[in-house]
């Protein structure tokens, strides 16, 4: 009866060892994170696999990827208020269709179009940029689209900078989305690259007020350069 009961005992507490040896701690935060994160990264996969392209070009899946996980950040903290992502990637060159808006909404791309870097920022490939007053270079980032006006552009969208130290200064230095006579496939043919702004993201005439009229007033607005 006593060899019994020590072995119950044994076999209890044997058990009770594995259990405890198998169990996560819910305090551990790494692991939190790193369930968290791949949790992200699987829904844009999806959303990115399942991108409805409407007879344009996928973007490069980093950059959208990039454009993603900061369009989820600002949508959970209300800072932006429309289904709509614009994303520009100038790693690509600027005789390329490297601005896309898509509706996320839909999930489906609106435009793909040619959009010109600061003329400081560099020639057909854009490698510098800068948040300073009079530097003429792009800044990078992402940026919450504001009101719409008439400048000596035409039809202009103002563009707040939501990165401190990196594009915070775009109000002040009007850096804005505008059309320009230089941003076309023409004008690219002949030059070898776009003809470039003085920081601002310009558009073709044709699709300026198209393009404005869609991703205006608090859609988010994303940059995109692998540096």
């Known amino acids: 009866m006593i060899y019994k009961t020590i072995s119950l005992v044994l076999i209890g507490f044997f058990f009770f060892a594995i259990g405890n040896s198998f169990t996560f701690k819910p305090e551990s935060p790494k692991l939190i994170k790193t369930v968290l994160n791949n949790s992200a990264v699987t829904k844009v996969e999806a959303i990115y696999d399942h991108l409805m392209v409407n007879n344009f070009m996928l973007p490069n899946k980093k950059s959208f990827t990039k454009a993603m996980e900061g369009y989820f950040q600002l949508k959970e903290r ?3 208020q429309k289904d709509i992502l614009t994303l ?4 690509l060159s600027s005789k390329e269709n490297r601005l896309w808006v898509i509706d996320l909404k839909n999930n489906i791309i609106l435009f793909q179009s040619l959009v010109s870097h600061g003329r400081n920022s560099g020639n057909e490939f854009a490698a510098n940029f ?3 007053p009079e530097s003429y270079k792009s800044s990078l980032g992402f940026y919450l689209t504001g009101e719409t006006y008439f400048g000596k552009h035409g039809y202009s969208l103002r563009l707040d900078g939501l990165d401190k ?3 915070s200064n775009a109000r002040a230095r009007a ?3 505008h059309g320009a006579d ?5 004008f690219a043919q002949q030059n070898g690259r776009l003809g470039r702004s003085l920081g601002c993201l310009a558009l073709s005439q044709e699709l300026t007020k ?6 205006k007033d608090k859609s988010c607005l994303y940059v995109y350069y692998p540096s």
Do not use: L, Q, R, W
């Open 88 to 91: 520009v990637d100038f790693s």
């Open 175 to 177: 850096i804005v989305v």
């Open 78 to 80: 209300g800072v932006i």
């Open 210 to 215: 198209e393009v404005i009229d869609t991703i």
């Open 182 to 186: 230089y941003v076309s496939e023409k």
């Open 165 to 167: 130290g990196i594009n």
């Open 130 to 132: 800068s948040n300073k």
